[in-house]
């Protein structure tokens, strides 16, 4: 029986740059973001010392979306995700190792709110509605405009169809 680890993250900090959503080939969403997190200590002399961590995050899936819609620069965020160590090859051939998060939760400050993922998600599935065929609407107009988004619907979807090579992406 092999005895129980955690491998836990917690961080309140800022973002340092807009997220940056992506689709893999198979069409699954990733983002990464950077948090910087502070800590400052007097020295035994009086002095204030200030230090700032740099953080890569990553999210994957639906979580990934959510950053993307309403995360940006600055915001201060407080987010729990897991720490991961990966090794790849650089264009100029080089091994390399990374650290990153990847994220699990999240809630956003700053906007008078505080709003976890789960919350964010049931906000999402309210706002979507299902709608049958166009027939089934009594409003011709309507029609026009559910047809319009499936329209739309189908742009975007041939969009993160691109060919991007899973090994490529720096993060």
């Not at 917690?10 to 198979?26: A, F, H, M, Q, V």
């Not at 999210?59 to 979306?65: C, P, V």
Request: glycine share 8%.
């Amino acid at each position: 029986m092999s005895s129980r680890s955690l491998n836990r993250v917690i961080l309140i900090g800022n973002l340092t740059r807009d997220p940056e959503l992506k689709y893999t080939p198979s069409g699954t969403a990733v983002c990464s973001f950077g948090v910087a997190t502070n800590r400052s200590w007097k020295t035994a002399d009086g002095e204030t010392k200030e230090e700032t961590q740099y953080h890569r995050i990553v999210a994957w899936q639906k979580l990934a979306e959510l950053c993307g819609k309403l995360l940006t620069k600055g915001r201060k965020i407080y987010l729990e995700g897991r720490l991961v160590y990966r090794t790849f090859t650089g264009r100029d051939g080089q091994q390399r190792t990374v650290s990153e998060i990847v994220l699990d939760d999240f809630i956003v400050f700053g906007d008078g709110r505080k709003t976890t993922v789960e919350e964010q998600i049931q906000t999402e599935e309210t706002k979507t509605q299902v709608v049958g065929p166009a027939e089934e609407m009594p409003n011709p107009e309507e029609n026009q405009i559910v047809n319009k988004q499936k329209e739309e619907t189908g742009k975007k979807g041939k969009e993160k169809n691109e060919d991007v090579n899973p090994d490529d992406i720096p993060f």
